[in-house]
């Protein structure tokens, strides 16, 4: 028995795959998981409350407002009670309502109140799964942190055939020990900080200094690090992109404010710093907006460097990460410019990309990056940058092992 002792929340949603929830059921209780069902209105459709409840041997939850379930177990616990909550099967509607965080009924207000690791197996139409409204809710997901399992190829109820078929229990049952055993958790007791984004320096109270950077490759890899069950702090610039879930995140906007919450959040085991960090700020904001003075030159600016967070927090010191990781983002020289920065940063690692504006990978998908340690140079093919993060992480999850 795989799963003893271990609760799973599956939320059944509609769609003619419904019934094979049943059968993810009776896996699940075969491999000693606990089972407790959440069915919406659309679901209900397709299978019933009282097969599921029969299956599973727990009460089935429907109603969101339901003063019963509210006394017994409010949604907020329910969506907090399980180690992991599974969506299957997963339709392109509740996959949307994910994506921006509606909850409008108990399935979506669980899924948006949890802190739980979520997997869902989407199953639908192949041109609905298709749809770039689907495939950028996917990606939305996944951003943060959401895992996936199918869907499937293969002929569809509707007489279409593609991509769409909810994947066979056995697969999905299979995601669910994976995400579940310990042997996919290397990390777990770890804590990591992360940095990510760029950092805002004021010149007054409406301009700032900044970069390009968009905060991906760092949240990528705050996502995989929590994935392989470390407790990230990720600490990022101002950026566009979503916390990724899982993650207790704290936004920043310059550089001393960056370095001031990684300090609070030692000790740590793990530091990766992703962050496009300011080199220098303003000696003075200005206080008031500075004006422009008819006929006068342009005001000059007197910066001063700001302080460097990787150098600081991996000086050797009782509070010194055990494996401190680096970036260096490079036009020219990339591989002597990277290893100089190991050296000087007193980095363990340091991830080197070419960030020259032909390689499209500031603010870009994908990254092909080095790894620089005192060891030698890995080199890694061109990859979507959360194929990065996933590298990256099971890299630092073998160091530590
Ligand atoms: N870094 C930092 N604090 C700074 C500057 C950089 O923590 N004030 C970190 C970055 O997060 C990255 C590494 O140092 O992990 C290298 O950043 P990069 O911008 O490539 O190098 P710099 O030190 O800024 O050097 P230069 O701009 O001269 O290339």
């Not at 029969?54 to 180690?83: C, N, P, W």
Request: proline fraction near 7%.
């Amino acid at each position: 028995m795989t799963l003893t002792g271990k609760r799973v929340l599956l939320i059944i949603s509609g769609g003619i795959a419904a019934f094979k929830a049943l059968e993810l059921i009776r896996l699940l209780r075969k491999q000693g998981a606990g089972v407790t069902c959440v069915l919406t209105d659309n679901g209900a459709q397709f299978v019933t409350p009282l097969s599921l409840q029969a299956l599973s041997e727990s009460k089935v939850y429907a109603e969101l407002f339901s003063l019963t379930d509210e006394s017994e177990m409010g949604h907020i616990q329910l969506s907090r009670a399980a180690d992991l909550l599974v969506v299957a099967p997963a339709t392109a509607n509740i996959l949307a309502k994910m994506a921006n965080g509606l909850a409008d009924d108990l399935a979506s207000t669980v899924l948006l109140a949890t802190d739980k690791p979520v997997l869902v197996a989407p199953a639908m139409n192949v041109r609905m799964w298709l749809h770039p409204a689907t495939q950028a809710n996917m990606a939305t997901l996944t951003g943060r942190g959401v895992q996936v399992v199918g869907p499937d190829e293969g002929a569809m109820a509707c007489n279409e055939f593609g991509p769409g078929r909810l994947a066979e229990p056995p697969e999905i049952l299979a995601a669910i020990e994976s995400l579940l055993s310990p042997a996919s958790r290397p990390l777990s007791g770890r804590h990591a900080i992360v940095t990510s984004g760029p950092t805002h320096e004021p010149i007054d109270p409406v301009r700032y200094i900044a970069n390009r950077s968009s905060g991906r490759q760092g949240h990528a890899i705050a996502a995989a690090l929590a994935a392989l069950g470390a407790r990230v702090t990720l600490v990022s610039g101002p950026v566009n992109v979503p916390d990724p879930a899982g993650v207790s995140v704290r936004h920043v906007e310059t550089a001393a404010q960056m370095l001031d919450a990684c300090q609070t959040a030692l000790p740590a085991d793990i530091a990766v710093f992703a962050a496009a960090v300011a080199d220098w700020r303003m000696d003075q904001a200005a206080t008031g907006k500075i004006k422009k003075q008819p006929g006068a030159a342009p005001p000059s600016l007197h910066l001063v460097p700001n302080p460097d967070i990787l150098a600081t927090i991996a000086a050797a010191g009782p509070h010194r990460p055990r494996l401190v990781v680096g970036f260096a983002a490079e036009t020219d020289d990339l591989l002597d410019n990277a290893q100089s920065k190991l050296r000087r940063k007193n980095a363990d690692w340091i991830v080197a990309n070419d960030v020259s504006p032909a390689t499209g990978i500031m603010g870009g998908a994908d990254n092909a990056v080095h790894i620089i340690s005192a060891d030698g140079i890995d080199h890694w093919p061109l990859l979507a940058k959360d194929e990065v993060a996933k590298r990256l992480a099971a890299r630092i999850a073998a160091a530590l092992a």
